[in-house]
């Protein structure tokens, strides 16, 4: 069974960075992509990157592009989202998600726990 396992969030002040890690496993092919939604207070939940593992292609949402930044390390089946200059805006439950295609999007099979994300003003 794919499992995902999500690691970072917290509390931060607007203008400060946080990492978010996505460790998966499971996965029979390396044919596969990592990304993340967010999704917050009364918000519908937007897409933020994705990367496949397969190639390393990168997409970001218009909102976090030129400050979030997503990369992995393909031998510990692991992707990370590096979130800089972070906006209050920003605050939101991320997910992690993954599935045996590229780009991300809401229809993947494998999402991890949310990990929350704060940023104060």
């Known amino acids: 069974d794919v499992q995902l396992q999500a690691f970072g969030g917290g509390l931060v002040q607007a203008g400060g960075s946080l990492r978010l890690s996505c460790k998966a496993s499971?996965?029979?092919?390396?044919?596969?992509?990592i990304g993340w939604f967010r999704q917050a207070p009364g918000k519908e939940r937007e897409g933020v990157s994705c990367?496949?593992?397969?190639?390393?292609?990168?997409n970001y949402a218009d909102s976090v592009k030129g400050r979030f930044t997503v990369s992995s390390d393909v031998a510990k089946n692991t992707a990370y989202l590096q979130l800089n200059s972070l906006k209050p805006e920003d605050t939101a439950i991320y997910y992690c998600v993954a599935d045996y295609y590229y780009p991300c999007n809401t229809l993947m099979d494998y999402w991890g726990q949310g990990t929350e994300v704060t940023v104060s003003s």
């Open positions: 990367i496949s593992m397969w190639d390393g292609s990168t």
């Open positions: 499971g996965f029979t092919s390396g044919n596969y992509a």
